[in-house]
């Protein structure tokens, strides 16, 4: 196990942050103000003279050894954050050298790196001022930057008319057919006896919460801009349960039909052309048919029950049904799968020519079952080919990214993107990823985000 060290400082989070670019599944041990081992470590040093600051960063690992240092002398000291910054590039530059890895985003390792984007822009500078600093100071490519400029400046667009009482409603299912093996939510397979038991008593609890919910909103004067039903995957529901949970949703949010309301129909193997025409009457505007990836090979390989053409089949059945606002998931970076056999997935998809196509980098999370399969990650730069293809394809297609997130543990820190035809926007994604609406969520695992002056309250 790999140990950090830090002496005259504790920047334990960014700087494993910035290790983990690097080495995704390494785990480390953490010391302070003590000697280091004789080996297999990364020591961070802050020395503090009267009116000089010395940082720097030694590698000592099986593979690999370097040193950096840098000295900073000032008429005013340092603060924390600008030491911890200085670290960080000085990580990344000899972890870069040694490895010969290059991630695109930099040294920002954060979730939502357009917010980085739209506060420079925000603060009046233009796209060329934008860039040089975030070049500079951050490491970030100029194809990263090219990707998180267009995504705000779309943005500008669906944000403009947001009001401070708005909100959006979340509902969530977490039942899905089975689990597949990079899945980290709170999902369970609907298949077991207990699943089955609970399932109905499940729908009763969050009808009752829906009721509760629209009270609330009701009596805090709150505007509904959208509404998002997840999971898991809601289409496990039957089409008898389905239709008493959006008939709820109709009862008690009155705007269904003049707003935003996706339902995830994401497993082919759960649809039925019953259940579509459930959905169909619900009010709801847009739904997810998602594929992941069109190779049954590795469709097989993570957990999926259902095959390639199956994806396809609902498709072409929602379509026949008049859904005109349809989204598809993809992964890049899926165990068993190719940069050629992603590429030819994308190519499926964007051939279908859904409304929206969003792809995600795969992440390893502790809590999917892929996690204890792998000893250390593969190299990343294949997926990085995969998802810079992504961005070339779909924008040549007519597709604008317009939405951007990234989460722990995703390979080469790369990022998950929709894309959408102009238009066809997802307002639900732009809200939660950007955190600039209150999200109010119902059901196991939903996490409520309230937008308050100044602070935003996670309940």
């Known amino acids: 196990m790999t140990t950090l060290v830090f002496i005259g400082n504790d920047f334990k989070y960014e700087m494993e942050n910035v290790a983990k670019l690097f080495f995704p599944l390494a785990h480390f041990h953490f010391v302070y103000d003590e000697a280091p081992p004789e080996s297999d470590y990364i020591l961070f040093k802050r020395e503090q003279g009267e009116d000089s600051v010395s940082l720097s960063v030694q590698v000592e690992l099986p593979a690999w050894q370097g040193k950096s240092g840098k000295e900073f002398s000032f008429t005013e000291m340092p603060d924390d954050n600008a030491c911890e910054a200085e670290l960080a590039r000085q990580l990344f530059t000899l972890l870069h050298e040694m490895t010969g890895l290059r991630p695109q985003w930099g040294i920002l390792t954060g979730v939502r790196p357009v917010k980085l984007v739209q506060k420079r822009l925000a603060a009046g500078l233009d796209d060329e001022e934008v860039r040089t600093e975030m070049k500079e100071k951050n490491f970030v490519t100029d194809h990263k930057l090219d990707l998180a400029l267009k995504i705000a400046h779309v943005q500008e667009n669906v944000l403009k008319d947001l009001a401070p009482r708005d909100y959006s409603l979340y509902l969530s299912i977490p039942y899905c057919p089975s689990r597949c093996s990079y899945c980290s939510f709170v999902s369970h397979a609907v298949t077991g006896k207990k699943a089955q038991e609970l399932l109905p008593k499940y729908l009763m609890a969050l009808i009752k919460e829906l009721r509760v919910t629209a009270e609330l909103a009701e009596r805090q004067g709150l505007r509904l801009r959208s509404i998002y039903l997840g999971g ?228």
């Not at 039925?272 to 990836?293: C, F, H, M, W, Y």
């Not at 990650?377 to 317009?402: F, I, N, S």
């Not at 639900?428 to 119902?442: F, K, R």
């Open 232 to 459: 898991g995957t809601p289409t496990v529901l039957s089409a008898s349960q389905l239709r008493q949970l959006t008939g709820a949703v109709k009862q008690y949010f009155p705007h269904v039909g003049e707003i935003e309301y996706t339902i995830e129909a994401g497993r082919p193997d759960t649809i039925t052309p019953e259940k579509l025409e459930v959905i169909k009457d619900s009010g709801a505007t847009r739904i997810s048919i998602n594929p992941q990836t069109f190779s049954d090979e590795v469709l097989q390989g993570v957990g999926r029950k259902h095959t390639a053409q199956d994806v396809i089949d609902c498709y072409h059945m929602a379509r026949e049904m008049g859904y005109d606002d349809i989204n598809m998931d993809l992964i890049a970076g899926l165990p068993g799968d190719t940069y050629e056999g992603f590429c030819k997935s994308l190519d499926t998809a964007a051939e279908l020519a859904p409304e929206n196509i969003t792809v995600h980098s795969l992440t390893v999370k502790r809590s999917s079952a892929l996690y204890s399969q792998l000893s250390e990650m593969e190299d990343y730069r294949p997926v990085q080919r995969m998802m810079d293809y992504t961005a070339e394809k779909l924008m040549a297609a007519g597709y604008d990214p317009y939405y951007l997130y990234r989460q722990k543990n995703t390979v080469g820190n790369l990022e998950n993107v929709g894309y959408a035809r102009p238009g066809h926007w997802g307002e639900y994604n732009i809200y939660i990823m950007e955190e600039v609406q209150t999200i109010l969520a119902c059901g196991a695992g939903a996490v409520s985000k309230v937008v308050l002056p100044g602070r935003l309250e996670r309940v």
